[in-house]
């Protein structure tokens, strides 16, 4: 199985400040890959596909990089609206597997 | 707009069975795989498995863990998946959330449903 490690498993930032999360896949992946933003109580929701790639409707403000083994989900001003958990996902390989999740909170 | 609704959930014992159902509207359902999720309180998500399209078999995939007690289904006239879970177990207590997928990187699980909670307790 692929292994999805992402970090870190939580940060405190402020509102205005840029926020970057890592996933490490243990082996190859291309760019099958995907990050979700989850609010309590609510389903995923996605924001990046195909690794760089920005779903519509989703703010400029995020962004995706990276390709093979590292990627990047990167906030460059955070909003009160981000306060949330959030997930990579990769669909290159069965299982397709998840990192544990980024809670990213108000300092 | 397309829009999955899960629904089915419910409290049961350990042992007993039990079938989630995915209503899907807004896309052409026969075009597009079905992938379940779960998420079990508080933790982190977790793929289940997938269904392809009829045309392409309407094969399923699962995690190891789960293919010998779960069933991926799919009535392509009603525009249904359904998730059969059998011989349950606490560990099986999770939010169910099915979304689609495409095929190609832009339209996979660009949609999800609201989730629908089982609880196994004895």
């Known amino acids: 199985d692929i292994q999805m490690t992402q970090s870190p498993s939580s940060l405190a930032a402020s509102v205005g400040d840029r926020v970057a999360i890592t996933c490490r896949a243990s082996?190859?992946?291309?760019?099958?890959l995907g990050w979700y933003q989850q609010k309590p109580g609510k389903a995923p929701k996605r924001l990046i596909y195909?690794?760089?790639n920005l779903q519509s409707g989703v703010p400029s403000r995020f962004s995706g990089s990276g390709s093979g083994t590292e990627f990047t989900l990167t906030i460059s001003s955070l909003q009160p609206e981000d306060f949330a958990t959030y997930y990579c996902?990769?669909?290159?390989?069965?299982?397709?597997?998840f990192g544990q999740g980024t809670k990213v909170e108000i300092k | 707009e397309v829009r999955l609704v899960e629904s089915g959930g419910d409290l049961l014992k350990p042992g007993r069975s039990l079938r989630l159902s995915c209503r899907a509207s807004?896309?052409?359902?026969?075009?597009?795989?079905m992938t379940w999720f779960r998420q079990a309180p508080g933790k982190g998500l977790e793929w289940v498995g997938f269904?392809?399209?009829?045309?392409?078999?309407?094969?399923?995939e699962f995690a190891a863990s789960l293919e010998d007690r779960f069933i991926i289904s799919r009535d392509d006239s009603r525009n249904i998946a359904y998730l059969e879970m059998h011989s349950l177990k606490t560990e099986d207590t999770a939010v169910y959330y099915c979304?689609?997928?495409?095929?190609?990187?832009?339209?996979?699980?660009?949609?999800w449903g609201q989730g629908t909670l089982v609880t196994v307790s004895s």
């Open positions: 979304s689609r997928d495409g095929g190609s990187g832009d339209y996979k699980f660009d949609y």
């Open positions: 807004g896309f052409t359902f026969a075009d597009y795989a």
């Open positions: 269904i392809r399209t009829t045309l392409h078999g309407g094969t399923t």
């Open positions: 082996q190859g992946i291309r760019n099958d």
């Open positions: 195909t690794a760089s």
């Open positions: 996902l990769q669909h290159n390989n069965y299982p397709w597997t």
